[in-house]
Every structure is written in C-alpha cells, then in structure tokens.
C-alpha cells in the first residue's frame, strides 16, 4: 500500500514515521504535488534490491526460468527422495 504526504509534514513527523510503516508499505512524499522520495522499512529496501540483483541476472534468470518449467512439467523431486539422493542427513 502506498500513502501519500507533503514533504513539510514529513520533515515535521520523520522521526515518528518509520514506526507507521509496515513491512511492504511505502509513503509517498510529495513536493508541491509531485512525488519526490520514498520512504520505506529498510526490510522491504532490501528485499527490493535483491528481486531487482536476481530479475537483472541473466544467469540467474534462466535457471529460474527453468526451475519454473521443471514445476509445471511435473520435473520435480520429493524432498525426502532428494535428501536420499544426496545423502543428505538433517
């Protein structure tokens, strides 16, 4: 959900602000009706720029291309036959 707020209201609230925000929220600041800044958890900050990092991967991009295909093909291992496979122990 994104809310909006004039820049003079949130220069005047900033240090209350980040306690309103929730986890995938963003405020809109605006200046003379123009959207200027973003201001959001740094949570949510950082799991943008890592979706962004992944979608600019190219490498990154087709094996999750892939991946998706294996799903919806029916390509796909149960987690207890994996961890057999791999003699994996947890």
């Known amino acids: 959900m994104i809310r909006q707020i004039q820049i003079s209201e949130a220069r005047r ?3 209350e602000l980040h306690k309103e925000i929730g986890p ?3 405020i809109s600041i605006t200046s003379r009706g ?3 800044l973003a201001l959001m ?3 949510f900050y950082v799991s ?3 979706t962004m990092a992944i979608l600019n991967d190219p490498v990154l991009m087709k ?3 892939k991946a998706v295909n294996d799903i919806k ?3 796909v291992t149960d987690w207890d ?3 057999k496979e791999l003699a994996i122990d947890l």
């Open 41 to 43: 958890s740094w949570d």
């Open 81 to 83: 036959t994996a961890k």
């Open 24 to 26: 995938d929220e963003t």
């Open 34 to 36: 123009k959207q200027v």
């Open 73 to 75: 093909s029916g390509r």
């Open 13 to 15: 609230r900033l240090n």
């Open 48 to 50: 943008l720029n890592e």
């Open 63 to 65: 094996s999750l291309k």
